[in-house]
């Protein structure tokens, strides 16, 4: 099997029954990691929506 596209999306909950989405897709040359690639996804996806949390500070 050959993989030529990988595609990551996510749906936000903004509160009072509003939500935003975005999908992300990219095509693959033969010599991509595909795990690599659906990481990389990922991390503009969450970027984007800002879905990471700071890390808090020691007590």
Known sequence: MIIKTVSYGFTKN????????LDVTAELDHN???AES???LKAIVEAELKLK????APS
């Open 38 to 40: 659906i990481d990389i």
């Open 53 to 56: 949390t700071e890390p808090k």
């Open 32 to 34: 991509d990691d595909v």
């Open 14 to 21: 903004l509160g009072n029954y509003q939500s935003e989405r």
